[in-house]
């Protein structure tokens, strides 16, 4: 089966720096896969993660240990628009598809 | 590119009604899904389309939901006889079989539709 973690909140101060983390147990891994979501809104694409190492976009960063099931998104120079969702998620092959694992989603407050 | 777009964007039915949800995903996309999502959770995958073959389906699909994509292009959702439990964002997301900005089939999502069943 598959079995994601991140934490449920977090709250950060504007300007500052926040480090999401998220753990996952799955078979067929395929590459990891970071998700902003607003409140009401689809989830919007950040970030991915196939082989172990940073992958730097901007303000934001994603991490990967493949061998300690180990993801983080880093955001740097937080803004109150940064305030949403953030969405961990674990892409495995199965059959001839693949399927992404979505973790719970680890909500983000920024306060000025 | 226009993106993934759903219609409606949000439905309030009865118990008991049928509901019908349409999407469009990106256009050159082979890829379809279906998730269903409920407040503080992440999607749960639904179904699956490769063109215009369902190749996947969820356990959490029962008999009362059936998904098409007649054509290769749109999918419609449709669930019978609704409950309360069927009250959620159902999201759809398409992706290219390939390499895209994010990779190997990155999906990119639609604005979901919001059911309410009363």
């Known amino acids: 089966g598959q079995n994601i973690d991140q934490p449920t909140e977090m709250t950060a101060t504007e300007g500052a720096i926040v480090q999401i983390n998220c753990t996952y147990q799955?078979?067929?891994?395929?590459?990891l896969f970071w998700y902003q979501q607003h409140a009401g809104e689809a989830p919007t694409f950040l970030s991915y993660?196939?082989?172990?190492g940073l992958e730097e976009k901007g303000r934001f960063s994603s991490f990967l240990s493949r061998s300690k099931g180990y993801s983080y998104l880093l955001l740097k120079e937080l803004q109150m628009k940064d305030s949403a969702s953030y969405l961990c998620?674990?892409?495995?092959?199965?059959?001839?598809?693949?399927?992404?694992?979505f973790g719970s989603g680890t909500k983000l407050n920024v306060k000025p | 590119d226009t993106g993934v777009s759903q219609d409606p964007r949000h439905k309030i039915t009865k118990r008991g009604q049928n509901v019908t949800f349409r999407c469009d995903p990106i256009?050159?996309?082979?890829?379809l899904y279906w998730y269903r999502q409920t407040l503080g959770q992440g999607p749960e995958f639904l179904t699956y389309?490769?063109?215009?073959?369902?190749?996947?389906k969820s356990r959490l699909l029962s008999d009362r939901f059936s998904a098409e994509r007649p054509k290769g292009s749109f999918s419609t959702l449709e669930i019978q006889r609704t409950e309360q439990g069927d009250s959620a964002m159902y999201l759809c997301?398409?992706?290219?079989?390939?390499?895209?900005?994010?990779?190997?089939?990155?999906?990119?999502f639609g604005p979901g539709t919001r059911l309410t069943v009363l």
């Open positions: 389309f490769q063109n215009e073959a369902q190749l996947e």
């Open positions: 993660n196939v082989l172990d």
């Open positions: 256009s050159e996309h082979n890829r």
């Open positions: 799955t078979s067929g891994f395929n590459g």
């Open positions: 997301a398409s992706s290219l079989r390939g390499y895209t900005r994010g990779g190997l089939d990155t999906q990119y």
């Open positions: 998620a674990v892409r495995a092959a199965v059959y001839n598809f693949n399927k992404f694992y």
